[in-house]
């Protein structure tokens, strides 16, 4: 079940303000995960299997440069990060490498249009979307590290290459939307969180010797919102809808496109589940939801659609109060 992948040098040397710059200064090999291994792991994902980080790093090897290559003579090239700089944003999990092969496939919704991605980690979803014609392609995240990342990403996706979008990478923790920060509130009120280590680390370890990216601006509006295993605790769920209704353009026809990998036992979208609290916060911000998800069978996937104001119970499950989302951009055919 292992990636088949090719190694070859990479000939463009880490600068020396980069992440993972090297003393010495050495060459970077270059992994290439081809068409069939993508392939791979969607018929995984339609089948209900799931692992948090994507079959290639099961075996721990160490951060390198990667390129995968999709359909339509798209590739794209990013660069790891250890953990312990970036977080999981440091390495390309299942969700964003589905995303990512979707937005390909369905790259019409995307030309022309202005396109955000939140918790972009390694960015593969939005350098794609740039392929597929978007005018603008905003690239974040919340850590300082993995912006810097970032546009070492969109530098070596576009030198060289035909790419009509406007790319920038930029700072955005969607958690402190609003200065929660500043007022003292506490992401988690039971442990301290992933971000708050890794920030408190920049603190103390980068910030004063490298540059803090600019953030994105309260005002921006967006066509198109991306965002891929960008929840793994409470608030996330809870802020993420309300940073999406804050950055989606008030226009009948802009959509957020979400990739969320479901860690508890049952699919079901339950008010107590991670993806349920999801649901239910988009809810309450007015957006008409549509949740599609694998049966692990060969009946096709689950779809469920919940209106603003739908009730819900502990074990309740929206109802299909509004009309299917007919058309291009119909997630039914995300694992098709």
Known sequence: RKAVVRWRPHSQEA????????SSGAVEDMLVFPESYLRSVLRRCARGESEYCHVADADARPPAMCEYRFGKGISVR?????????????RLSVGALVQAEWIVRHGAIFAGR?????????????????????????????????VINLEHAIAINTSGKSCPAKMEAALLDFWDEG???QEGQARCTTHRTM????????????????RTPSSLGADERFDV???????????????????IAAHLARSPSARAFIVQVVREPEVAVRSDTLLGQLVCAAA?????????????????????????????????????????????????????
């Open 114 to 146: 202005n396109v955000l991605e939140l918790g972009s980690g390694l960015g593969i979803g939005g350098i794609s979307a740039s392929f597929c014609g978007a005018s603008r392609v905003c690239l974040t995240d919340a850590l300082p590290h993995l």
């Open 284 to 336: 309450k911000q007015c957006f008409h939801v549509a949740v599609t998800a694998p049966r692990g069978t060969n009946r096709g996937p689950a779809r469920l659609e919940v209106a603003p104001g739908t009730p819900w119970g502990r074990s309740g499950r929206g109802k299909a109060e509004v009309p299917a989302l007919r058309g291009a951009d119909d997630v039914n055919e995300m694992f098709g």
């Open 225 to 243: 919102v991306l965002a891929a295993e960008v929840c793994y605790e409470a608030y996330h769920a809870q802020a993420l809808p309300r940073t």
């Open 195 to 210: 971000e708050e280590h890794l920030l408190e680390r920049w603190a103390r370890e980068g910030g004063g010797r490298e």
């Open 15 to 22: 600068s020396h303000s980069d992440p993972m710059a090297s």
């Open 179 to 181: 200065g929660r920060a």
């Open 78 to 90: 990013v660069r790891e990060l250890p953990v312990a700089m970036g977080g999981v944003g440091g």
